[in-house]
């Protein structure tokens, strides 16, 4: 008789058994959260990484099940070859990686190529079933003209020609690379099915602080004195990645995914790490003291509701994002100034 040990027992009872998956940027924030519920769920995960040998991926490494599940492969964005190499034989792809910068020619052709490639990657395995790819609120709600009552949802798009004109081309190249991702499946009969979170916070599991956790970290290390007049729609990490997960899983999933659980003016956000942290300098005055306070628009989230995503409150992912950054020793564990610090 064969014993199991607990991760083969999880692993026999689990979806992903005898299934083996890509996921591209695999050392990335929301990345690496989708390798480690891959695994849970008993996947084969091959990841995709610059240098599988650098010490900064040695947290897939120490993942549960990745000793038995886990293999890393060296693969650049724009190396047609080394994806190809590392989708051949794969059931599935999840493709996370993408520049995040603002500089037009380390983002946009990139993201374009390396998309392309991946689709190519896909089709030409002859075993992959479905391809999901990560894209953003980014391809979605940049459009000036869309009227404040309008709830934005998976039919939107944003406008490219504003992307331009303000130079915002993180947001172009999120669109432009959707896009060729949906021409290119179109063209290579690729079931494709796309995850567009917002911004994404909670606790990272890799060792960098990202873009997108510096969000929250520039109001407790003292770096920023006043916060924006602004409004961003936010989402836990495990949720984002779990939304991947199971637009994977779900047979008749297609289409894009808004992956959001709420929308904050950024006051709310320092009001909530305030209450949480009062013992951090956040910041309490606004930087624009003259024009009317931004008005927070709606997102619906219902198409991942309808797949049974129960989504974390914002202000529990903002929680965490600071506790993890405690304990990566990221921010000092400083004595609370109040006797009032009230769980989240």
Request: aromatic fraction near 6%; charge should be negative.
């Amino acid at each position: 008789m064969t014993f199991l040990d607990g991760d083969d027992t999880a692993a026999a009872a689990a979806p992903g058994r005898g299934q083996t998956v890509c996921v591209t940027g695999a050392g990335g924030y929301i990345g690496s959260w989708i390798v480690k519920l891959l695994l849970e769920r008993g996947y084969t995960v091959r990841g995709t990484v610059r240098n599988p040998d650098d010490a900064k991926n040695a947290h897939l490494r120490a993942l549960p099940g990745a000793a038995e599940r886990l293999s890393l492969c060296g693969a650049d964005l724009l190396d047609a070859g080394a994806l190809r190499a590392a989708i051949a034989g794969c059931h599935g792809v999840f493709h996370t990686a993408s520049p995040v910068t603002d500089d037009p020619e380390e983002m946009v052709e990139p993201a374009v190529r390396g998309t392309r490639y991946v689709i190519d990657a896909a089709a030409e395995s002859g075993t992959v079933r479905r391809v999901v790819l990560t894209s953003s609120i980014g391809a979605v709600a940049m459009d000036p003209n869309r009227a404040p009552d309008v709830v934005v949802d998976e039919s939107c798009w944003s406008d490219l020609e504003f992307c331009k004109k303000t130079k915002n081309w993180y947001c172009y190249g999120k669109a432009v690379a959707e896009q060729a991702a949906w021409e290119a499946a179109a063209a290579r009969g690729v079931d494709l099915v796309v995850v567009n979170p917002v911004l994404v916070q909670g606790p990272a599991l890799q060792p960098s602080v990202n873009a997108s956790l510096m969000h929250v970290l520039k109001y407790l290390n003292g770096s920023a004195k006043t916060y924006a007049n602004a409004v961003q729609a936010y989402v836990h990490v495990r949720d984002a990645a779990d939304a991947h997960v199971r637009v994977f899983e779900a047979p008749g999933a297609a289409g894009r995914y808004l992956c959001a659980d709420a929308v904050l003016h950024r006051e709310d956000v320092v009001r909530i790490l305030r209450k949480f942290f009062p013992e951090y300098p956040v910041p309490e005055r606004c930087s624009d003291e003259v024009n009317p306070r931004k008005q927070l628009y709606k997102v619906s989230n219902q198409r991942l509701r309808d797949l049974g995503m129960e989504f974390t409150p914002a202000a529990q992912a903002l929680y965490e994002t600071v506790i993890c950054f405690q304990e990566k020793g990221i921010l000092p564990v400083l004595p609370p100034s109040s006797p009032q610090k009230a769980d989240p």
